[in-house]
DNA sequence: TAAAAAACGCAATTGACTTGCATTTTTTAG
DNA sequence: CTAAAAAATGCAAGTCAATTGCGTTTTTTA
């Protein structure tokens, strides 16, 4: 699935980050599982580091696109190695919060595919975002 | 837009909750008023009644599906009144926020006819819910 | 119209996330 | 390689949207 093979490392020093113990570590367990994870999640599964900590380094990743935020409405950010080869979507589960991969992208078909997979009472949110004219001209 | 053409009285009647001068006068600002719209602008916009009030309303009017919530993920929900009959998204300028609604509805398209329309680094966020096998089954 | 049920107002609380600051680690420059 | 500079960490305190407890007021029910 997608196309980016560079190891944790190379991919701090492409963004020009300082490789520390905890970036590493939090990066890996991104690169290797899939997400999204929650900051609790990713906290979990690094060996120390405060939860400030994990703030701070996600949302450096986050400014240097090295991850990708999931916003589910729940008040939970929850994030997931940006591999740019490869658009995908997600499911949560309004029931039990289980989030699953949507590889297929046309929004009635792809409520209709999840509904033949078993999922009830499918819906989505989708918003755009982008820089107006007026932002453009100032 | 839409073919709902009840008062404010007569969903709430509908919804079986209790007419109160607050609940009414949210639910008319959200009727007469192009939204979504934070708590925050809600609060503005009514004589009186406090945060806790307005927060408890739109929970109320989010559980009886008297309006829909929109995530922009900026950890401000917004609201607006669920017309049920008119299907759109919206597009939030990542700069100034100003919130516009965008009739059309497929992806890739959506995206051209925003950047033709004049919107710049346009992106969107997509998410699906569901209930899944396993919670159906319980 | 009185009793029961629901909603309100206020203050306090929660919970995700952020920030200030002293200490430690990493990077840079010589 | 090493010392100074820069950046990241840990901890505690703070922020802010949203929620909750509780006594009072309003609305609904019988």
Redesign the interface.
């Given at each position: 699935m997608g196309k980016d093979n560079r190891n944790s490392t190379q991919v701090l020093k492409d963004a020009k980050l300082s490789n520390t113990k905890i970036r590493k570590s939090i990066l890996e367990f991104l690169m290797q599982n899939h997400g999204p994870f929650s900051i609790d999640d990713i906290h979990k599964h690094i060996s120390n580091g405060d939860y400030a900590t994990v703030y701070r380094c996600i949302k450096k990743f986050e400014e240097h696109e090295i991850v990708k935020?999931?916003?589910?409405?729940d008040?939970i950010?929850r994030y997931e190695y940006k591999d740019c080869n490869h658009h995908h979507?997600?499911?949560?589960?309004?029931?039990?919060q289980?989030i699953?991969t949507?590889e297929y992208?046309?929004?009635k078909e792809?409520?209709k595919m999840?509904?033949d997979q078993?999922?009830?009472?499918?819906?989505?949110?989708?918003?755009?975002?982008?820089?107006?004219?007026?932002?453009?001209n100032?």
């Open positions: 935020k999931c916003d589910f409405g008040n950010s979507h997600h499911i949560m589960c309004r029931s039990c289980k699953t949507v992208c046309f929004l792809m409520e999840l509904t078993g999922y009830k009472d499918v819906s989505h949110t989708l918003e755009f975002f982008g820089i107006c004219q007026d932002c453009q100032e």
